[in-house]
């Protein structure tokens, strides 16, 4: 509701469309997982804002777009794909060198984050408008839906995100205690795919439809979202250190397993795409099999 009220009002003001997609309808679908972790980093849990990032990013990779690879691979355009794959590992591997460098995110890390995340909105708009200069504003019918409609929408889905984020935070909070594992392991599994499931949804019906996969540049882009805007929010408010709580062969589990697996699952998705141009279900395949690995070490290692 958030995204239709937002959306409507971008027309009724003769937004393009293009500049729609790639502002109001991207950030929205992000943010469950900016409140999330916004709230979660002001009321001292760092552990669930650092953990629904990175688990966001692992559950949209591979479980959601595998689920769609696996079923109905589809060919990519690669041109699109550069730039979003371009910066989701240029900001991974900042967000990596502070981690491992410093084992905490500074308040300067998160605004750098979010720099990132201006100039690659910036650069995306304005390439979009290049490589489709006769993309115009909305007709001149009028709007589809009265003005009161689309604020009440704003409004109300605004409102309701960030009720939700509170609940799924206390909420996730309680569960990680009532089970005896850390916050970040709540936040890597239930929180993010809580937080991902606009992106679930979108997958599943999209089959249903018969539309094949979704687009590969869209995930691309909403997990470099979760890493530069989620991330960049989350720290900049709120400062925190490299979750400890899991331990793997004696060091923390999110520098030893966590990281890595997210930069395993983004390459096997991407990197083939980018050489030969499409999908395969054995990319699909693979990247459930690492997610069920995920999981498991989650919750039972």
Known sequence: KFVDGATG???RFHVPELLIGATVVSIGTTLPEVMVSATSALGGHGEIAYGNAIG????????????????RPAPVERSSLALPVTFFFASAFYYVYNAYVFHAFSRTAGLVLLCIFLLY??????????????LQAKDDAG?????????????????????????LVDNGTLIAQSLGVPESVIALTFVALGTSLPELVTAITSLIK?????SLGNIVGAN?????????????????????????????????????????VMALMTLPALIRGKLSRWQGVALLAIYAGFCTFQFFL
């Open 56 to 71: 966001s990013i692992i559950c949209n990779t591979a479980l959601i777009a595998a689920i769609t690879i696996a079923v």
């Open 9 to 11: 009002i971008a027309h």
């Open 210 to 214: 018969g539309h094949g996969a979704l």
């Open 143 to 167: 709007p589809d839906s009265p003005l009161w409609k689309d604020l009440l929408a704003l409004v109300l889905g605004a409102v309701l995100i960030a009720w939700g984020a509170n609940l």
């Open 224 to 264: 470099l979202f979760n890493l530069v805007l989620v991330s960049g929010v989350s720290v900049a408010l709120s400062p925190f250190a490299v979750p400890t709580g899991k331990l793997f062969l004696g060091q923390p589990a999110s520098l030893m397993v966590d990281i890595p697996v997210m930069f395993a």
């Open 121 to 134: 909105t910036i650069l995306t708009v304005l390439r979009a408008l290049r490589t489709a200069p006769e």
